[in-house]
């Protein structure tokens, strides 16, 4: 079983910064990708951004530029990571919810973190 852990989250104005960490811990983690999701009501969860056990990453279009996830530590056990939020925009605001994979032999299974509250006003 995977326990994830996010931290981070809260509000920020138009142009500013914030940052989302995650960690996902177990045992004997076979770590495929990480990353997060977002959602606002009424609207289906969107992709964010990723990172791959291979240390490659990919984002969302509407994120690219502004938005940076890299891996704080890992190792079997327990894998960290964060999401440097620049410049935000209002339509940013959004619950944001760490996402986390792993394969069983060839069947993936995924893992969500219980969600941080992220608003952009002022």
């Known amino acids: 079983q995977v326990q994830i852990v996010e931290s981070g989250g809260g509000s920020v104005r138009p142009g500013g910064s914030l940052r989302l960490s995650c960690s996902a811990s177990?045992?004997?983690?076979?770590?495929?990708?990480m990353g997060w999701y977002r959602q606002v009501p009424g609207k289906q969860r969107e992709y964010v951004a990723l990172?791959?056990?291979?240390?490659?990453?990919?984002?969302?279009d509407s994120v690219k530029g502004r938005f940076t996830i890299s891996t704080i530590s890992r190792d079997n056990a327990k894998i960290m990571v964060k999401l440097q939020m620049n410049s935000r925009q209002s339509d940013d605001t959004a619950v944001y919810y760490c996402?986390?994979?792993?394969?069983?032999?060839?069947?993936?299974?995924?893992?969500w973190g219980q969600g941080t509250q992220v608003t952009v006003s002022g």
């Open positions: 996402y986390y994979r792993t394969y069983i032999t060839t069947t993936p299974r995924d893992y």
């Open positions: 990172i791959f056990s291979d240390c490659t990453t990919n984002y969302a």
């Open positions: 177990g045992s004997s983690m076979s770590f495929y990708s």
